[in-house]
């Protein structure tokens, strides 16, 4: 266990729609990042938040909006879903903003029809 | 931009045949170079981090060491255990403004 939790654990949803993934670190982990994998595309990045600020952003569509909140949970947001939105999405964690290893969580299989 | 290529995609061994899985990278600096396993339908797990040339690491019958443009996993004596997928990831010395790139990964199979 690696100590971030994520929820739920799967998502079924329609093409169209709005959904929320959850996030909560490791105890005393104040930076976040949310990546998405597909077997195509394998392990993107997506975006990064430190302490509650945003740190980094990567390949994250407009559609697509997160946050951290003072608790350190975050959450990501995902609107307007298409079918290629369908993927394992992993929040992950760590002590410090970079150089350092990610803890991450079992993910969030999120499946639109 | 960066990236990682990761060699073979696949490999299938035997219990106890050693091996090593290859890591190519492209990055404008090194702050760190990343491997990970992962097992089905779970997240990712750290196993090392190196950051510079010429150091390596070593858990049990995994041993991962680094040059300027390479990484190399050797695994000796595996078991069925150890059948997962290992990734590599890069972290570049800009601050990591961009996360870190991953490899696709390379899915390890042992038979008993």
């Known amino acids: 266990d690696s100590g971030v939790t994520q929820t739920p654990k799967h998502l079924i949803t329609a093409t169209g729609q709005r959904v929320t993934l959850r996030c909560s670190p490791r105890s005393g982990d104040l930076s976040v990042y949310w990546y998405q994998q597909s077997l195509d595309q394998g392990l993107q990045f997506l975006i990064q938040?430190?302490?509650?600020?945003?740190?980094a952003k990567g390949n994250i569509l407009e559609r697509f909006s997160a946050q951290q909140f003072p608790d350190l949970h975050s959450e990501l947001n995902l609107s307007s879903l298409e079918l290629g939105d369908s993927a394992l999405y992993f929040c992950a964690s760590s002590v410090e903003a970079g150089g350092v290893e990610l803890f991450f969580g079992s993910g969030t299989q999120l499946s639109v029809l | 931009e960066d990236q990682v290529t990761q060699s073979p995609e696949a490999l299938r061994l035997q219990e106890g045949e050693s091996s090593s899985l290859n890591c190519s990278y492209t990055v404008s600096g090194l702050r760190g170079l990343f491997w990970y396993r992962q097992d089905p339908g779970k997240g990712p797990e750290f196993l090392f981090t190196?950051?510079?040339a010429g150091e390596e690491k070593e858990k049990e019958r995994l041993k991962a060491t680094l040059t300027k443009k390479e990484s190399f996993l050797h695994i000796t004596a595996p078991k069925p255990e150890d059948s997962a997928t290992y990734l590599c990831a890069v972290e570049p010395s800009g601050g990591g403004a961009d996360g870190l790139t991953f490899g696709k990964g390379t899915h390890l199979i042992i038979q008993p």
């Open positions: 938040y430190y302490n509650g600020e945003e740190r």
């Open positions: 190196l950051y510079s």
